[in-house]
């Protein structure tokens, strides 16, 4: 199969440290790698309703969801770019990824079986240069690619907090260049015991 990168914008604003950091790293892709970017600032999603106990979730038609949706299920690989936001992902994202629980859960549709084996990344940038900060933007990450039955690719991570200042951190400019070059291990809870749910 070949590959088909969907680069998921999450950021308030167009142009922004971690959309510069992630183009950064898709400039090394192949030629013959697709590239399909969506700002979820352009293609704002409804809140998640939860409807698992009452019926289940129709898939949707038309719109911004199904646009976010189909792009999804066609990815081989999907990149989280989303700024760190109270030291995890943006509201913009976490929106998105709330959508994955309804998607899980159309009749028909297979939406995890057909991620299981693709790869999820991330890329963001912060201001603060302690990156453990990020702990928890990785970790969402990672436990969603392992509830689904993904390869995680890691988080390249920058620092910055003007416009274009990630530009200036030639470490993850460095990074960013091999970002992509690596052949991912599938996500494992970093704990033991049974597999952990998404949503309660």
């Known amino acids: 199969m070949s590959r088909r990168f969907l680069f998921v914008l999450g950021s308030a604003r167009n142009d922004g440290n971690t959309e510069l950091l992630a183009r950064r790293a898709a ?12 700002a979820l600032a352009d293609h704002p ?8 106990h009452d019926a289940d979730h129709p898939r949707p038609e038309g719109g911004d969801l199904a646009l976010l949706l189909d792009a999804t299920l ?6 989280i770019a989303s700024p760190l936001y109270w030291y995890s992902v943006s509201s913009h994202t976490k929106r998105y990824l709330d959508h ?7 009749p028909g549709l297979g939406f995890r079986e057909t991620l299981a084996g693709r790869t999820l990344w991330g890329v963001t940038v912060l201001a603060d240069r302690e990156p453990s900060v990020a702990d928890p933007l990785v970790g969402t990450l990672n436990n969603s690619a392992a509830y689904m039955g993904m390869r995680f690719g890691g988080v390249l991570l920058g620092t910055g907090s003007k416009p274009g200042d990630v530009l200036k951190d030639t470490g993850a400019l460095t990074r960013a260049k091999t970002f992509f070059a690596k052949e991912p291990p599938l996500a494992r809870f970093p704990y033991r015991g049974g597999r952990a749910r998404p949503t309660r």
């Open 45 to 52: 999603l409804p809140d998640f309703g939860d409807l698992r």
């Open 100 to 106: 994955w629980s309804a998607w899980l859960r159309v």
């Open 27 to 38: 400039e090394q892709l192949p030629g013959d790698v697709e590239q399909r970017w969506i």
């Open 74 to 79: 066609d990815a081989t690989d999907i990149v």
